[in-house]
Every structure is written in structure tokens, then in C-alpha cells.
């Protein structure tokens, strides 16, 4: 049974990186190779590090069954302070970013505490704080662009490579690895996980849900902050556009990477693989030179499917887990309805870490 | 007494919006003792665990705890002062192993790490206490009722507890379980442990307890008496109360003639029954009787196409039907449910009284274009108020500040409202007085004698062998007979339990029993 679950687990992972290599390839061919060449794989992995990382910021906060709407307002307010400190206070570059980070983490915080002390549904409180950000971010800088060239040495990592590949790429692939060992290891990571997916029960067993809610909101403030802090080393500039696209493909990877919207589980690989099947989309509208828009078409219609995909699944799960059993001893006795999302299980993160 | 008790509570008293659930009410343990806690459901005996465990808060009284008093703010602060639990509900993370759900509460770590050999090797520690062959690894939601209950109940044994407190433990597991549960038990009285055991079953609270406290209605009625001074009928009389066992029952006639409105024959669901046979008559109060997870409130969800039938046949008035939604039992069958959560499903809190009682009617008080007419409402809604009784400052007053009795009529009003004639009613009496459960019985009588055909799901056995006609009996999803109520609580009450038993044996080859005795 634990091999069938295991291979379960891996196929989900398994089909996802299938998509991806039949989407390198086709892209390779239909670009005759151009895809391959030396920039094209840079800007491809530039690119990819915030939609990851954005990715798993949304996917923290499902976790503990709460969502995070502010995740574009968060990492577009952050770089924007950064940016204005830097270049109109002459705070150092590297300052700047560590600020990014750390108004990410505190925008996070301030989340999860209003959501907590306000009992205020999580939705309600990130559409709020959204909307506010948004006009910081603005107050902020206006129409204005502030150049890269405030912060050359934070614009030198972002085109410096490791292995040819960009370093802001491997900066998110760390963030996966310590998430991965955070969620499958530690104990405030299974707390998060325990209150997503029975709050009645770890509550019971001395666990705050309180706790978890703000800790999940200030993590996912904090990768929003990383996010805010690859832009800055990654774009030409920054100014109020920044996080205006992040929303939906936010919530895109860790639907399509299989993490249940009911809370309870985390799927980091699928995460990645997920953001990178988006990446190849956007790629790939470059390449055929087609509307932005088509990438909004085709990804909406993707996490619309996943979730419809998913509740028939759930669905088909649950009659099999109440079929009547054969009459027989003690092991016959009849299983109570799973509940909703109870048996979803592809995406749970077990011990032993089957992610990342 | 020389020695203090290991857990003492005096004068706890706790209210919810609505009802007084504990009054004054004391509990003594002494070491080295197992200490029965019996009570009727609604009783408080949950609400006391849960003060004792933290979850809940006392308005009133004081916990000692092996002399000194102490304050229990949280489920962690209890377990720090050593009271171990196993709840009644299952509470278990179905996405996390077994093993994780026995240590949760207290992980092994190695720093910020979980160290998971340790926790390996602690639940199975644990699983061997209850000589439970079980892998700690296996995911929860492979496991089944049974299994649950007993992982349950090897994290109870996973601290180090100097009081355990066991909320109906056995409910849903076999006999040869429950022994293995015991012979726990044994050993933590030899270890000088305080055990308290919450059961409806008096066998095992007679075979295996030393000492009883018996709740009714909120306060303890019986308190800390040696069992072994105590016939079972005694504690059952103190637990039902004389009050309501001298409850005159109204002669009641049945027209045994008339044709069954709702018949179950041979029904098999989606949710695991097994060839389900029953019927209804107009005027008839049927009691679905049977114990927690016997599967009576799941066959109501089924009848009313919340799960699905896949074999055998259900008429209503003599005709087949397929029932696929809760709208279409009520408006082609007549058919209404007044649910046992009466809070979650039951009502809407947050709204007035009249709306709670229109709603099932909207689609009739509609006018054009879907406006409902408030006066409309308002004067249906006042016909069921007056009534049933209800007790109300005004039609406006929202259902959350009526007491439960009162809002449990307010959940039976809007099912009148829409002139059901089926009527299956789910634990009516479930945390509510007992002056309110007497007038509330009167009701239902009352509306039987209307013509209403009423199906009374109950645990509580007095109310069953007051309150219905015949009563069927059912066990682990099957209807395993019927009888007629005789209104004899001890005649009675020996042939239930003769079906459950007959049930249990049966279930190795389950055969439909053609019922009616």
C-alpha cells in the first residue's frame, strides 16, 4: 500500500516534469534550437526564480488552509522601498535588499496577526492590505522608474551564473531545499501542516492554530520579500508595475503542483515544476509572438482545470474509501465518509521527505 | 480522608449561550482507582472532560490537583500537569502517519528537527501497550474506524499522565479490542494511575471500574460512590432520573392497517449499509435505535439522496423513488429532516426566527419575480411560534440567543411550515433540559397523532422505549430487528441489547432478517 501511495506521490511529480521536458522540446524544435542558445536558457532561469518563489509563498499560506491575495502588492511595495531608499537615502545596495526582505517579512506578519486578533477571514484581510500596498507602492514612486543602475552590484548578481546557470535561479531552488526540510522535518513545520489539516485536533494536542496562521503569513511575507529582492537584481528597474502580474500565477503553481486548497498539505517539487510549466508558457508566447493575454487564457484554464480535476478525484476517493465491505470480522466494520479533501493525498508531505 | 485525590473538581459550573451544561458539579479521583463517569447524552460528562483537559474553561469552581489547586488555561497545560486524554471525537490528522498523530503532542525533537526514529520508536512503544501490530508509518487515512479509535487511545498512554481520562473509548471497537484497552487499564491501577471511563456500556463499567460518578442533566447526582454497592439498575435510575422514568405515556393508537408511507427494503448505500429493511406508517413513531457509528443518522442522509442507494428499493406511499437531493425529499415526498447538529446544520443563527421558519417555503411564498412578502413570512412564522411554544422576545430576535430547547423547535418549525408528512427527526433531545425534552416529547406525540409519519433517530435509550411504537434496532450499518415498544424500560431495554449482540454475531454472515416481530 505505502509503495502504491509512494508511487502516487512520484507519478503526480512525474507527469508534471513530463510536461515539462515535452515543453522544452517542443519549444526547442519550434524554435530550431534557438531555444537552447546560451541567453535564452539564462533568461529563462532569470525569469523563472520569481514565479517560484512567488509560488511558494502562496503555497505557505494554503497550508494552513488560509490564502494569501497581497503576494504581488507585498513584493511590488518591497522593492519599491527598497529601490527609493536606495537611491534617493543612499542607503547601500545590499541594505536595500536585506530592507526588501525584511518589509516582505513584517507586510506577512502584519497579515497574520489581523487575521488572527481580528478573527476577520484571511481573504478579506490580504484583499485589504492588497489594496493598501498597492497605494504605498505607488505613493511610493509614482510613475517614475527608478534604473538598476542605483544598485549595480545587486544588477552584477543578477546576470552572475553558477554551473551556467543564473545564481537568482539557484537563490530560489535554496529557498525549495530549505522549505522542503522546513515543512517534511521541523517541528513548526509539521505544527503548520497539523493545523491546516485538522485544526480541531492539533489544537487538542497542545498545537496553537493562532500561532501557525501568523507564522504561515510572515513566511509567506518573507518570500515575497526574496521575490521583491530577485526583481530588483533581475529587471532593468523598478517602479509601481512591479507585482502586478504575480496574483495568479501565485496561486497557479501550487494548484497545478497538486497542494489541496483545504489546507493540510504542500507539494514543493510539484511547486517548482508547476511555476516552471507557466515559465515555458510565457516562453513560449515569446517565441510565436502572441498576445500577453494569452498567457493569462492559458493558465486560468489550466488551475481551473486542476481544481475541477481534483474534485472528481476527491470525489471518486471518497466512494471508494465508503463501499461497503465485505461482511466479515472485526477489520470489516465500516469506515466512517472520508471528508472533504481527507483523502487527497498526492500532495501530503510525508516523512522522509518523497519531496524535493 | 487521609490521602488527597489525585484529581479533585468542586462546584464546576459551565454554561453555553443557551444552556446551563454543568451545575455544581464535583468529581473526586483517588489513585490508583478506575472512576466511571456516567450519564444520558447531553449529560455534560464531554464538558466536564474538556474542562479537565483545558479545551474549555470553568465559569465556576475549583480543580485540585492531588491536593493543590491548579488552573488548566489549555490542553498543553494539562498535559504538563499530567492529565492524559483520549477524546470522544476522533481527532486525528488524516494526512499525517500514525505514528506523528501519537507523539503530536508532544514531538521528539532534536532541535528545530523532528526526530523521526524517535518518533518511530515511541508510537510503537505506545502500539505495544495495546498490543496493536500496527506500522507507525501507515498513513491515517488508511485505517479503519476501529483503527482510529485505538490510535486514539495509544496517544492517551503517550505521556506520562497521572490521570487518564478515556471519553467513551470503546464506541467503535470489537470486544477483543476493548480487552486489550483494559488490560491497560489494569496496569496503569496497579501504577497507581487514576483512570476515568466514560461508557454507555454498563457491562464494561461493571466489570471494570471501581468507583461511579453519575451526571444528569448538568449536575452530579451521584457522586464517587463504591460501584460495587450499586446494582445496574440503580445507577440506571439515578441516570435516567425518576422524573422522567415515571414520563406517562399517552395511549397512543396505531392503524396497523394502514399502508407504510416510507419503506426501506433491502437498501444498500453508498455509505456502507447493508440490506436495510424498515417501514414507516402514517400516525407511527419508529425509533432507529443503536450505538454511536451504528450508522442510523448516515441511512437518514442516504434516504434523503446525501448518499446514494445502490441496492434494494425505497417507496414512499407504495411507490419507488429516487431521492437525489434534500429539495426534492421535500417537495415530491413530503419528506423533512430536523438534523442532530442542530447549530451546524440545523439552523441559521445569525438570522431572525421568522426566517429560520420561512425557508423552506420561499419557493411557495414567492410572488413574482422571487420577491418574498416579509408579512407572509411573518404571519406563517408566528402560526409554528405559538405552536411549538417557542419561547421568543420577538420574531426578530436572532436564532443564536434561543436556548437549545428553543432553537432545536425553531429547526422542527420550518419542516412543519412545509407540510412535510415524513418527518425524521435526529437526536431531538441532545443537550436540552429536561423540562424542554418533556414538552418536546408531547410535540412529537402530538404530531403523530396529526397523521405524520415520524422516524426518531436516538442513542438514548429511555427516550427510545418512551417515545416510540416500535423501535428498530440497528448495528454497524444493518437493521438487525424491530420490536414493539412495550414502554417496559427493563423488558425493553434487555431485547435492544439482545439485537445489538445478535447483530454483532450475525455480522459474519449477514442475512436480511425479514423484520416485524
Redo the contacts between chains.
Keep these: 500500500?505505502?509503495r502504491w501511495?509512494n508511487s502516487f506521490v512520484h507519478s503526480q511529480n512525474l507527469s508534471l516534469g513530463i510536461i515539462v521536458v515535452v515543453g522544452v522540446a517542443l519549444l526547442g524544435v519550434s524554435s530550431g534550437g534557438g531555444f537552447f542558445d546560451p541567453i535564452s536558457v539564462t533568461t529563462f532561469f532569470t525569469f523563472l526564480a520569481v514565479p517560484i518563489l512567488i509560488g511558494l509563498a502562496q503555497m505557505i499560506t494554503l497550508s494552513v488552509g488560509q490564502l494569501n491575495l497581497a503576494v504581488g502588492a507585498i513584493g511590488g511595495f518591497a522593492s519599491c522601498f527598497a529601490g527609493v531608499i536606495v537611491a534617493d537615502l543612499g542607503v547601500p545596495a545590499w541594505l536595500g535588499a536585506i530592507a526588501a526582505v525584511l518589509v516582505g517579512a513584517l507586510a506577512g506578519l502584519a497579515n497574520g496577526l489581523l487575521v488572527v486578533i481580528t478573527r476577520i477571514n484571511g481573504f478579506i484581510v490580504t484583499l485589504a492590505t492588497m489594496t493598501i500596498l498597492l497605494g504605498l507602492q505607488y505613493g511610493l514612486v509614482g510613475t517614475r522608474t527608478i534604473s538598476n543602475s542605483e544598485w549595480p552590484s545587486l544588477a552584477e548578481l543578477g546576470k552572475a551564473s553558477l554551473l551556467g546557470i543564473p545564481v537568482i535561479f539557484w537563490i530560489a531552488v535554496a529557498v525549495a531545499i530549505v522549505l522542503s526540510f522546513c515543512f517534511g522535518?521541523?517541528?513548526?513545520g509539521?505544527r503548520l501542516?497539523?493545523s491546516g489539516?485538522?485544526p480541531?485536533?492539533?489544537?487538542?494536542?497542545?498545537?496553537s492554530n493562532d500561532r501557525s496562521v501568523v507564522v504561515a503569513h510572515a513566511a509567506s511575507g518573507l518570500l515575497c520579500g526574496i521575490a521583491a529582492f530577485v526583481t530588483m537584481a533581475s529587471l532593468s528597474g523598478v517602479n509601481q508595475s512591479v507585482g502586478g502580474d504575480w496574483l495568479l500565477s501565485s496561486f497557479a503553481a501550487p494548484i497545478i503542483g497538486g497542494v489541496s486548497l483545504t489546507g493540510?498539505?504542500v507539494a514543493v517539487l510539484g511547486t517548482v515544476l508547476a511555476a516552471t510549466i507557466v515559465r515555458l508558457v510565457d516562453s513560449a508566447r515569446a517565441e510565436f509572438q502572441l498576445a500577453p493575454s494569452w498567457v493569462n487564457f492559458v493558465v486560468g484554464a489550466v488551475v481551473l482545470g486542476t481544481v475541477a480535476l481534483g474534485r472528481v478525484r476527491e470525489v471518486r476517493a471518497a466512494?471508494a474509501?465508503?463501499?461497503?465491505?465485505p461482511?466479515?470480522?472485526?477489520?470489516?466494520?465500516?469506515?466512517?465518509?472520508?471528508?472533504l479533501g481527507?483523502?487527497r493525498?498526492l500532495a501530503?508531505a510525508?516523512?522522509?521527505g518523497a519531496d524535493a | 480522608m487521609s490521602t488527597p485525590f489525585a484529581l479533585e473538581a468542586r462546584g464546576l459550573s459551565k454554561s453555553f449561550p443557551g444552556v446551563k451544561a454543568l451545575d455544581q458539579v464535583n468529581l473526586a479521583l483517588a489513585a490508583g482507582e478506575v472512576h466511571a463517569l456516567m450519564g444520558e447524552n447531553g449529560a455534560g460528562k464531554s464538558t466536564l472532560i474538556k474542562i479537565l483537559?483545558g479545551?474549555h474553561r470553568p465559569d465556576e469552581g475549583s480543580l485540585l490537583l492531588a491536593g493543590e489547586p491548579v488552573s488548566i488555561g489549555?490542553?498543553?497545560e494539562a498535559?504538563e500537569a499530567g492529565i492524559g486524554?483520549v477524546?470522544q471525537?476522533?481527532?486525528?490528522?488524516?494526512?499525517?502517519?500514525v505514528?506523528?498523530?501519537i507523539v503530536?503532542?508532544?514531538?521528539p525533537?532534536k532541535g528545530?528537527?523532528?526526530d523521526?526514529a524517535a518518533?518511530r520508536s515511541e508510537a510503537r512503544r505506545c502500539l505495544a501497550q495495546l498490543d496493536l501490530d500496527l506500522d507507525p508509518?501507515?498513513?491515517m487515512?488508511?485505517l479503519?474506524?476501529?483503527q482510529i479509535q485505538l490510535v486514539e487511545i495509544a496517544r492517551g498512554l503517550y505521556t506520562e499522565t497521572s490521570v487518564l481520562l478515556l471519553d467513551e473509548p470503546t464506541a467503535?471497537?470489537?470486544s477483543?479490542?476493548a480487552d486489550r484497552l483494559f488490560r491497560v487499564v489494569d496496569r496503569l491501577r496497579d501504577q497507581g494511575k487514576a483512570v476515568v471511563f466514560v461508557s454507555h456500556k454498563l457491562e464494561e463499567v461493571f466489570a471494570h471500574c471501581d468507583a461511579v460518578t453519575v451526571l444528569r442533566d448538568g449536575r452530579s447526582v451521584m457522586e464517587a460512590q463504591r460501584l460495587a454497592d450499586h446494582t445496574r439498575d440503580e445507577i440506571v435510575d439515578v441516570m435516567v432520573g425518576r422524573s422522567l422514568a415515571a414520563l406517562q405515556v399517552p395511549d397512543r393508537v396505531i392503524d396497523l392497517t394502514a399502508a407504510p408511507v416510507l419503506e426501506l427494503d433491502g437498501v444498500?448505500?453508498?455509505?456502507?449499509?447493508?440490506g436495510v429493511s424498515l417501514e414507516v406508517r402514517p400516525g407511527e413513531i419508529l425509533g432507529l435505535y443503536g450505538l454511536v457509528?451504528a450508522?442510523r443518522t448516515?441511512l437518514a442522509r442516504a434516504m434523503l439522496g446525501l448518499?446514494r442507494i445502490?441496492q434494494g428499493e425505497l417507496r414512499v406511499r407504495g411507490k419507488a423513488a429516487t431521492i437525489r437531493s434534500v429539495r426534492q425529499a421535500l417537495e415530491n415526498h413530503r419528506i423533512g429532516y430536523v438534523t442532530e447538529n442542530r447549530k451546524e446544520e440545523g439552523v441559521f443563527l445569525e438570522q431572525s426566527v421568522t426566517r429560520n421558519i420561512a425557508v423552506t417555503v420561499w419557493s411557495t411564498l414567492a410572488r413574482a419575480f422571487g420577491f418574498v412578502s416579509g408579512k407572509g413570512e411573518q404571519a406563517l412564522a408566528g402560526q409554528y411560534v405559538t405552536e411549538l411554544d417557542i419561547r421568543i422576545a420577538g420574531q426578530y430576535q436572532n436564532v443564536g440567543q434561543l436556548s437549545g430547547g428553543n432553537q432545536q423547535k425553531v429547526s422542527l418549525a420550518k419542516w412543519l411550515a412545509a407540510k412535510t408528512e415524513i418527518l425524521i427527526i435526529d437526536e431531538p433531545t441532545v443537550g436540552i433540559d429536561v423540562r424542554t425534552k418533556r414538552s418536546f416529547y408531547d410535540l412529537i406525540w402530538r404530531l403523530a397523532d396529526e397523521g405524520l409519519a415520524i422516524l426518531l433517530i436516538s442513542s438514548d435509550l429511555a427516550e427510545m422505549v418512551t417515545l416510540a411504537d416500535r423501535v428498530a434496532v440497528m448495528d454497524?450499518?444493518t437493521v438487525t430487528g424491530t420490536v414493539d415498544n412495550t414502554h417496559d424500560y427493563d423488558a425493553m431495554s434487555q431485547s435492544i441489547i439482545r439485537l445489538i449482540h445478535t447483530g454483532t454475531a450475525a455480522?459474519?454472515?449477514?442475512g436480511r432478517s425479514k423484520e416485524n416481530a
Design positions: 500500500m505505502k501511495l522535518h521541523t517541528v513548526t509539521r501542516l497539523a489539516g485538522n480541531v485536533a492539533a489544537q487538542l494536542a497542545g498545537v493540510g498539505s466512494r474509501a465508503t463501499t461497503p465491505p461482511g466479515g470480522t472485526s477489520a470489516g466494520e465500516p469506515t466512517e465518509p472520508a471528508p481527507g483523502a493525498i501530503t510525508r516523512p522522509g | 483537559t479545551v489549555s490542553p498543553m498535559m486524554v477524546h471525537e476522533r481527532n486525528v490528522i488524516r494526512r499525517f502517519s505514528g506523528e498523530n503530536m503532542s508532544r514531538m525533537r528545530l528537527r523532528v523521526w518518533v508509518e501507515t498513513p487515512d488508511r479503519s474506524a476501529a467503535s471497537i470489537t477483543n479490542e444498500s448505500t453508498s455509505l456502507g449499509h447493508r457509528g450508522g448516515e448518499g445502490t454497524r450499518f455480522v459474519a454472515a449477514p
